[in-house]
């Protein structure tokens, strides 16, 4: 039985799933998804960490024997907090969903427009909906869908995206300064939610096989070469000079941004997945242990192996 093998066994003698196995080691799902598929091992003080978990030692957790379904685990490594993260999960998303029905009945009553409700009350629901939906990265997927109801209520009530920034060198008293401000604490918004996200997935290790990278690659010039290009020469020269809010052009327009946005992301998160791999893997290779690799040679009466400068 192999090491993953093993960890599935004992996993589901707990009745845990990959998420709650990845909340009580403090890493993500992926991570557990490639040990019990033998792709990846963990580091040894995760090793540690999943036989007290298990309640087994380092030798049952690695060979694979028979360990008895009696064993008490430690309260503080359980993930017990995963009851708490659902209720506190449920509360708020509760909460959301009751703020925005609010807020859309009273942009009804009110001012009588529906739209003007949803673009005020989207945010909330939108939240709301994830609390429910989503057990992992909760936040972060709240967070993202808040900048991009903002974005999108931006660009269409005054027409501002955080690509006006690039016109900053032409812009003039009478275009506003303030859109332009808007356009800049757009785009740092963006940057801060690009972080999160990088610092989100830090656990996540891939490593750098040639399907991984060429895909890494294709993504690359998808994102920063097939999609402008496709959008400035092919879909751009079909739209009007002017068109209203509501023309397919617009919201062709602003999903183009939000795919491109989401596929950055996306390519960010892998390719430091796989340098964080490779990263591990240069280190492997110190002075001190190529050292210890030319006194073993001189020990067996081997030639020292030539160490590059």
Not at 268 to 290: F, S
């Amino acid at each position: 039985m192999t090491l993953g093998e093993n960890i599935v066994r004992l996993r589901t003698q707990k009745n845990w799933s990959q998420g709650d196995l990845a909340d009580a080691l403090e890493i993500s799902r992926q991570s557990v998804s490639k040990w019990e598929t033998d792709a990846s091992i963990p580091e040894l003080d995760k090793l540690l960490k999943l036989s007290e978990l298990f309640g087994v030692t380092l030798d049952e957790l690695v060979r694979g024997e028979d360990v008895p379904k009696t064993e008490p685990v430690p309260a503080s490594f359980a993930p017990q907090a995963t009851p708490e993260r659902e209720k506190r999960r449920t509360i708020a998303g509760t909460v959301l969903l009751c703020t925005g029905a609010v807020i859309l009945v009273f942009c009804l009553l009110l001012a009588g427009d529906l739209l003007t409700g949803l673009l005020f009350a989207s945010p909330f629901l939108i939240c709301g909906i994830i609390c429910f939906a989503v057990k992992q990265r909760t936040g972060l997927y709240c967070g993202w869908a808040v900048y991009l109801c903002v974005d999108f209520y931006l660009r269409f009530a005054i027409g501002v995206s955080w690509t006006t920034i690039f016109m900053t060198h032409l812009w003039t008293y009478e275009m506003n300064y303030m859109c332009l401000a808007i356009a800049w604490v757009q785009f740092f918004a963006m940057l801060v939610m690009i972080v999160c996200t990088m610092r989100s997935y830090r656990a996540l290790k891939l490593p750098a096989t040639k399907k991984e990278v060429t895909w890494l690659i294709v993504g690359w010039l998808a994102a920063l070469v097939v999609l402008p290009l496709l959008m400035s020469y092919g879909i751009m020269p079909l739209m009007p000079l002017t068109y209203s809010k509501f023309s397919p052009y617009f919201f062709i327009n602003v999903l183009y941004s939000y795919v491109r946005l989401a596929l950055v992301n996306v390519l960010l998160v892998r390719t430091l997945a796989i340098w964080r791999v490779k990263r591990e893997q240069g280190r492997l290779t110190t002075p001190t242990q190529r050292n210890g690799a030319h006194v073993q040679g001189k020990e067996k009466g081997e030639p020292p192996a030539r160490v590059p400068p």
